[in-house]
C-alpha cells in the first residue's frame, strides 16, 4: 500500500466494527492513517475485531448512529477528518426479509443525516482542505437486480433492487449522487461483489458453511445452488476503496470486482474440500455428504456479474487474490480463530435460518 497521501491522513470511518470496514481499518491504521471509528455496535459490529489496535493513539473508536446529527456534528469538529468512508449499514439480506424496516432506518434515513453533517462540515472548511475533502459511500452490485446467463453490470446499468436490503443501499446510492449534484459535496460511490474473507459474521454463505462443516452439522444450500455470485477477497475491496478515495473523480461511481463467478454450490464444494483435507471429520466422510438443499430464499437474485474495468483501467487498481488462494486463506483463517467466532456466536445469533 502507498503512503498516505497528505489529503487522506485522517479519515472518519463509519461501520468500522464490521466485517468490511473493521478489515479496512486494520489496513488503513497499519498504513499509518488516522481513524476515528463511528459504530453502533449492532449484532454484526465486533470490537473483538478491532483488538488489535487496543492503545493505538491513531485509531479512535466512538459507539453511536451515522444518523445522530449532533455526535456526527460534534466528532467532525473535533477530529476534522479529510474524507468521510460510510461502510455502515444493516447488510444481510435474510435479515431485510424478516424486518426491512430496520435497513431504511440506517441504510436510507442514516446516511442521510451523515450527508447532511458532512455538507455542512465540509462548506466550513477552507482552501486545500475544501477541495480535497472525499465522502466515499460503499455500497453493493445489488442495486442493479439479477442477470441472465449473459452480461455483466457496468456502471451504466440501470438500478433495479430486488430485496429490501438491496433497495435501501440503492436509495442511499441516490441520495449520495443528489448531494453531490444539489450542494456539490464531493462524493464517490463504490459498488462492489460480494466478499469474503477474515471477520465475516458466521450469517453469511462462507463464514456459515465453514462453521457448520467445521461441526459436522448439515450445510444448508438455497433452492437448486446454481445462484451465481462473483467474490471478492476483502483485501481487495479495501485495497479498491484506498485507491478511489486517492485518485477518483468526484461525482463517479466505480464498480468493484474479482472477475471470480462461481455458483453457491461449487463455493460450499470448495469449502469442504478445503475443510477435507485440513482436519478431516472425526468419521472420515467427506463433508461434501453433508450438503441439504433447502427451500430458496424469496427473491433469489438469480446471477450477479460485475465489470470493473472502470476502476482497472482508470485507476490501475487489480485484485490481488484469486477466488482459490482467497478461500484458502479465508479457511485458514478461521481454522486459526475459533475463538473469535465463538465470541461472536455468544451474542443472540445461532446460526438460524432467516428471511424464509
Ligand atoms: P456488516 O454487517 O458486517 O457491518 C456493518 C457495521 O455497521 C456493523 O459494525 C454495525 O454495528 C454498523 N452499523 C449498523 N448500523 C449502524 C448505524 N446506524 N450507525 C453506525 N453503525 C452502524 O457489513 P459489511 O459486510 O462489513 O458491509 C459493509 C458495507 O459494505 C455495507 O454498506 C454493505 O452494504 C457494503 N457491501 C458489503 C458487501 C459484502 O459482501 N459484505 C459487498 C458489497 C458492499
Redesign the pocket.
Known amino acids: 500500500m502507498n503512503s498516505p497521501s497528505p489529503q487522506t491522513q485522517s479519515l472518519m470511518v463509519?461501520?468500522?466494527?464490521?466485517?468490511?470496514?473493521?478489515?479496512f481499518v486494520l489496513q488503513a491504521v497499519a498504513d499509518g492513517l488516522r481513524i476515528i471509528n463511528?459504530?453502533?455496535?449492532?449484532?454484526?459490529?465486533?470490537l473483538d475485531t478491532l483488538s488489535l489496535l487496543h492503545g493505538n493513539n491513531r485509531h479512535v473508536f466512538v459507539q453511536?448512529?451515522?444518523?445522530?446529527r449532533d455526535l456526527v456534528t460534534k466528532l467532525l469538529a473535533e477530529h476534522r477528518p479529510d474524507a468521510i468512508i460510510?461502510?455502515?449499514?444493516?447488510?444481510?439480506v435474510d435479515r431485510s426479509i424478516d424486518g426491512p424496516a430496520?435497513f431504511v432506518?440506517?441504510?436510507v434515513v442514516?446516511t442521510l443525516g451523515l450527508l447532511e453533517c458532512a455538507r455542512d462540515y465540509w462548506r466550513g472548511l477552507d482552501g486545500e482542505s475544501r477541495e480535497a475533502f472525499r465522502f466515499l459511500?460503499?455500497?453493493?452490485?445489488?442495486v442493479y437486480g439479477s442477470l441472465g446467463a449473459e452480461g455483466k453490470f457496468t456502471e451504466q446499468t440501470a438500478y433495479a433492487p430486488n430485496s429490501p436490503?438491496s433497495a435501501s443501499?440503492a436509495a442511499?446510492d441516490h441520495l449520495v449522487r443528489a448531494f453531490q449534484h444539489t450542494y456539490g459535496l464531493p462524493t464517490l460511490t463504490?459498488?462492489?461483489?460480494?466478499?469474503?474473507g477474515p471477520?465475516?459474521?458466521p450469517e453469511?454463505l462462507i463464514p456459515l458453511i465453514i462453521q457448520k462443516a467445521l461441526a459436522g452439522e448439515p450445510l444448508p444450500v438455497y433452492g437448486d445452488g446454481r445462484n451465481i455470485r462473483d467474490w471478492?477477497f476483502?483485501g481487495d475491496?479495501c485495497s479498491a476503496i484506498r485507491r478511489v478515495l486517492e485518485a477518483g473523480r468526484v461525482g463517479e461511481t466505480y464498480n468493484?470486482g474479482g472477475n471470480a463467478e462461481r455458483e453457491n454450490i461449487t463455493v460450499v464444494k470448495t469449502v469442504c474440500a478445503l475443510l477435507d483435507a485440513r482436519q478431516p471429520l472425526a468419521n472420515g466422510k467427506p463433508r461434501e455428504s453433508l450438503i441439504a438443499y433447502v427451500k430458496d430464499r424469496p427473491g433469489h437474485d438469480r446471477r450477479y456479474a460485475i465489470d470493473s474495468s472502470k476502476l482497472q483501467n482508470e485507476l490501475g487498481w487489480q485484485p490481488s487474490q484469486t477466488f482459490e488462494t482467497g478461500i484458502a486463506q479465508t479457511v485458514d483463517w478461521y481454522l486459526g480463530n475459533q475463538s473469535w467466532s465463538a465470541r461472536v456466536l455468544d451474542g443472540s445469533y445461532r446460526m438460524e435460518r432467516l428471511g424464509s
Not at 38 to 46: E, I, R
Request: with cysteine; charged share 15%; glycine share 14%.
Open positions: 463509519t461501520g468500522g466494527a464490521g466485517f468490511i470496514g473493521a478489515n463511528l459504530d453502533k455496535l449492532t449484532y454484526a459490529g465486533n453511536g448512529d451515522i444518523g445522530d460510510n461502510f455502515a449499514a444493516e447488510s444481510h430496520e432506518q440506517t441504510n442514516g459511500h460503499v455500497s453493493t452490485d445489488e436490503y443501499k442511499s463504490t459498488n462492489c461483489s460480494n466478499n469474503y471477520y465475516q459474521f453469511k471478492l476483502v475491496h468493484v
